[in-house]
Every structure is written in C-alpha cells, then in structure tokens.
C-alpha cells in the first residue's frame, strides 16, 4: 500500500483519468461541510466531521465514495 503524507499527493499520484473525479468530490465536500477535516486513513483521503463523514479512493476502473459509520 503506497503511503500518501495527504490528499493532495494521493490525487496526483492518481491515473489521469480518476484525478477530476477526486477533485470534483472533494470540491463538494468541502463547498458542503467546509469545517471537515482532511487525513489520509488506511491510505485513502477520508473527511471527519463529528467522527468518520466520508472517504474517496480511485481504483483502477472506478472512483469510490464511502459514507463513514458515523453519518448513519
């Protein structure tokens, strides 16, 4: 698993294809929620706000979005 200090790295060290997708997620997120913190958890950039909010991950055919088991 490749180790990313944070989001900004782990996107760019993403295809070419998958970085607007990130880009675009994370724009959103934080138009949404701008007070949510960024990190890299278990290698993926993850947003807390008022515990685990949401994580992105590119992979080699699809962008994913988690919802964190604090939001339900």
């Given at each position: 698993?490749?180790?990313?200090?944070?989001?900004d790295t782990y996107i760019a060290n993403q295809a070419e294809e998958a970085r607007p997708k990130l880009k675009e997620l994370r724009k959103l997120?934080?138009?949404?929620?701008?007070?949510?913190?960024?990190?890299?958890?278990?290698?993926?950039?993850?947003?807390?706000?008022?515990?685990?909010?949401?994580?992105?991950?590119?992979?080699?055919?699809?962008?994913?979005?988690?919802?964190?088991?604090?939001?339900?």
């Open positions: 698993m490749n180790k990313f200090k944070d989001v997120i934080k138009a949404t929620i701008p007070q949510a913190a960024e990190k890299i958890w278990y290698g993926v950039p993850f947003f807390d706000y008022h515990g685990e909010l949401v994580g992105l991950a590119a992979y080699k055919k699809h962008v994913s979005l988690g919802i964190g088991a604090d939001v339900l």
